[in-house]
């Protein structure tokens, strides 16, 4: 099994900047790790993800103000967003896809709440 423990967010101003951060533990194996994001009434969505390789994938929404990042060594990733709007207040997941399994493992969710 794989777990996925989730730390940041909170309340932040508009403008700001915010950083969340996931470390997987467990039975790891090839994967990609990222994080998604629901507001309410609306369906979850790609942020931003990274593979082993270090190949990266942004949402349009985001993609010129945010980073994700992956440690090397352990399997988390880190993800840095600026100039934040309210926009981007939702709860934002923490994702891992095993290749071996063909299956994702989630976080609990954090909330990001974003005010003017």
């Known amino acids: 099994q794989v777990q996925l423990a989730e730390s940041g967010g909170g309340l932040v101003q508009a403008g700001g900047s915010l950083r969340l951060s996931c470390a997987a533990s467990?039975?790891?194996?090839?994967?990609?790790m990222g994080w998604h994001r629901q507001a309410p009434g609306k369906e979850r969505e790609l942020v931003a993800e990274?593979?082993?390789?270090?190949?990266?994938n942004y949402a349009d929404s985001v993609k010129d103000r945010c980073t994700i990042s992956r440690d090397g060594v352990k399997a988390a990733v880190a993800l840095q967003l600026t100039s934040l709007k309210p926009d981007d207040t939702a709860v934002y997941y923490c994702?891992?896809?095993?290749?071996?399994?063909?299956?994702?493992?989630w976080g609990q969710g954090t909330q990001v709440t974003v005010f003017s």
């Open positions: 990274v593979t082993g390789g270090g190949a990266t």
């Open positions: 467990g039975d790891i194996s090839l994967h990609v």
């Open positions: 994702r891992l896809y095993d290749w071996r399994r063909g299956r994702d493992f």
